[in-house]
């Protein structure tokens, strides 16, 4: 039986929450009126929640359709585990999407009564929904927070507008929020209105009859109904013409399309997921986007920050890539001088952009070390330049596109700029004379 000492002297006694990091393992302590107590930060990576979001959750919070009384009668996992210590599959709110994980259970007794102490593990027997989309990668507050907004709108009906700027992840958001509400069993379908004419557009959203247009040899049905019961996810709305934005507007309103060519409306169940890189007030100002639409959109804005806002996530990003690439587990975990690159650059093309980096370096890596020069940042004239620091003792020549990358990488901090490209500040000042780059 496990022993708990609950007497407060904060001279000697470490507080409840230094007491469960010392389990390796994702753990969580309820008390004896099943409210949760602690839970170290491996239990808070392993269900994406925050303290604040579990302190005091009841277990009929946390155990998610396992039936019973959990104020202590039937088929509570807290009473009916007891010290069993067995496996017990059951559903968690997590931040991950809903996921079946193996909680062992254990009951003890401190000075202030019962507790039951609980160590999570995923469920082997228990797939995910979507391997890709059932979760996001990041623990920074800004990613945090981004998750709990997503969760609280996941389960509802309304539409939800994806903010922010180009290759932050706004795909990969709408995915999330697709596989954290109750339409996770139906489609997600996406439409990227940037790379579709105005013609094609409404062609792919509501379908069309045979015979419609020239080359309309039969039926096809449109993206709105190939999302019933799902999601559908309208990729860079703002780019949709004004006369579409009329016709969208319709169908949020009255759950109901019409395919080109036909006459029949026809009932649709889907929910819109809309996400632009564009200030859409200020297109709704210059009369380049509809009003009404606007508003239509935006009962839920979620912002997507930048990845230079959120640098602690950088190299989970990085290895999480290295692990798609071909090959990039072998450079896992990633050295402390590449770690160090990467966290110093601003990323202007976002998630994108260090995805790109990485699959870039995986293969030049090949089957050897993956080194700082490897890493290469995007030049203003296109060109990726590598910025790794020469070894020591090798006398450094500058070209304009490297003192150009090395700026870009450090956001223009001059003295960073020079440690990356091996030369002392004042040399530094002679390039930017020299190629008259102004900072």
């Known amino acids: 039986m496990l022993t708990l000492n609950n007497r407060p002297n904060p001279a000697a006694a470490p507080t409840l929450d230094q007491v469960v990091e010392l389990i390796p393992d994702a753990f969580v302590i309820f008390d004896g009126d099943h409210r949760l107590l602690a839970a170290n930060a491996a239990a808070l990576r392993c269900l994406s929640l925050s303290r604040e979001d579990l302190r005091g959750m009841g277990c009929h919070e946390f155990f998610q359709g396992v039936p019973g009384d959990c104020a202590g009668e039937g088929g509570c996992p807290l009473v009916t585990a007891g010290s069993a210590m067995e496996p017990l599959p059951v559903q968690i709110p997590g931040g991950r999407g809903r996921r079946r994980l193996s909680v062992r259970i254990s009951r003890g007794r401190g000075e202030h009564g019962d507790f039951f102490g609980l160590l999570l593990h995923p469920d082997p027997e228990a797939a995910p929904a979507s391997p890709e989309g059932a979760r996001l990668v990041g623990q920074s507050l800004p990613m945090l927070e981004l998750m709990r907004m997503v969760e609280r709108v996941a389960p509802t009906s309304a539409t939800v507008l ?19 509400s109750g339409r996770a069993q139906g489609p997600l379908v996406v439409v990227d209105c940037s790379t579709l004419g105005e013609q094609i557009i ?12 020239t080359g309309a040899d039969r039926r096809k049905v449109g993206l709105f109904e190939a999302a019933q019961g799902g999601t559908l996810f309208i990729d860079e709305v703002g780019e949709l013409p004004l006369s579409m934005q009329s016709k969208l507007l319709r169908v949020l309103e009255t759950s109901r399309i019409r395919r080109v060519g036909g006459t029949d409306y026809i ?173």
């Open 202 to 213: 409404e062609a792919e959203l509501f379908g069309y009859e045979k015979g419609a247009f």
């Open 267 to 439: 009932p649709v169940d889907a929910r819109v997921v809309a996400a632009t890189h564009r200030d859409l007030a200020a297109m709704v100002a210059r009369g380049g986007f509809r009003e009404d639409l606007y508003y239509r959109l935006s009962a839920f804005p979620v912002f997507i920050p930048p990845l230079r806002e959120r640098r602690e996530d950088v190299i989970a990003l990085a290895e999480h890539f290295l692990r798609q690439a071909d090959g990039g587990a072998l450079h896992l975990p990633l050295s402390v001088p590449v770690a160090d690159l990467l966290v110093s650059y601003h990323y202007p093309g976002n998630v994108r952009e260090l995805k790109n980096i990485m699959t870039r370096a995986a293969i030049l890596a090949g089957t050897g070390p993956l080194l700082p020069e490897h890493i290469a940042f995007q030049s203003q004239a296109g060109e990726a330049v590598s910025v790794a620091s020469p070894r020591r003792g090798s006398r450094s020549v500058c070209t304009e596109a490297g003192v150009r990358a090395a700026l870009a990488a450090t956001g223009g901090h001059r003295a960073e700029a020079a440690r990356h490209l091996g030369v002392s500040e004042r040399t530094l000042y002679r390039y930017l004379e020299k190629f008259q780059i102004r900072v």
């Open 162 to 180: 994806l903010l922010g700027e180009s290759g932050v992840g706004k795909e990969r958001v709408a995915d999330y929020l697709h596989h954290c």
